[in-house]
């Protein structure tokens, strides 16, 4: 039967330790590195807040975005959720959509372009 040196045993017992202190760690940091998650004042239909001005949340399968515009020649905000049909991502550059590019390969496979004119196939 083998029976490993004392210095063998002690080097396992601190490449264990090393190990069990790294995975404690992460697992410690994990919830400190993961973004928060938005908790909404108010929930659609109806008003919202202007914090909320441009969250998107899906709500009984109908997904809703939060719309505010302010009242002109007051400090006062109008806002309310408003019913979305689809959810695109749209460049402020050309206003144009962005759509993936499956067509070509390697790195550039499904890279994302803002040139579509509509939503849709």
Sequence with gaps: MYQPDASRRK?????ANVAFALLLSLAVATPLLTPPVRAHATMPPGACTPEEDGNRIGYNGVWYECRCTRIPGTTVWACNWVQVSKNAIQANANYDYVSTEL?????????????AVSIGP
């Design 103 to 115: 067509g070509y390969g390697g790195s550039y496979y499904a890279m994302l372009r803002a040139r």
């Design 11 to 15: 080097q396992w017992r601190r490449l």
